[in-house]
């Protein structure tokens, strides 16, 4: 028999990194933002201009790796919801601002400690020194699967 490609996919990388994202967002919906009716990606938006300020829809699309036109309809839907403004820029009347509303940083202030939460339990009884080469290794990967420089 001619060798044929194998792959072990329980140490496959691409199958762990999906596996462990997939557990943490299915946790943290469940658990957290199901209840708030919202999406993980709408916590992604929220969790970004929180950290950020209010910025341009396409630098929140870039961070958030939520392509635009999805982006828009979540931003939508989060003005519905009274969380977000959208306004044009002052300075390029093509582009637009996205903005948490004071509904909107209640919410994600009351969100934050939770996710945290949800994070700890992921990386319990990993070492502190495995998880900064975790982070930087998977910095390094989008880098290099993106092209980008800063991650």
């Avoid at 967002?25 to 950020?52: E, K, N, P, Q, Y």
């Avoid at 209640?106 to 990386?123: F, T």
């Amino acid at each position: 028999m001619a060798n044929r490609a194998h792959l072990d996919f329980s140490e496959y990388l691409p199958y762990l990194i999906n596996r462990v994202g997939s557990a943490l967002v299915v946790d943290f919906v469940g658990s957290t933002l199901a209840r708030h009716r919202l999406s993980i990606a709408m916590w992604r938006v929220l969790a970004v201009l929180s950290s950020d300020g209010g910025q341009r829809q396409i630098d929140v699309a870039a961070k958030t790796s939520i392509d635009v036109s999805t982006l828009s309809r979540v931003v939508t839907r989060l003005i519905r919801m009274g969380l977000v403004t959208r306004t044009r820029s002052a300075t390029n009347s093509r582009e637009v601002v996205v903005r948490l509303t004071a509904k909107g940083r209640s919410i994600v202030d009351r969100l934050i400690p939770n996710a945290i939460a949800a994070e700890r339990g992921a990386i319990a009884g990993v070492p502190a020194k495995d998880l900064a080469v975790l982070r930087r290794s998977l910095r390094r990967m989008y880098a290099n699967l993106t092209g980008s420089r800063r991650s």
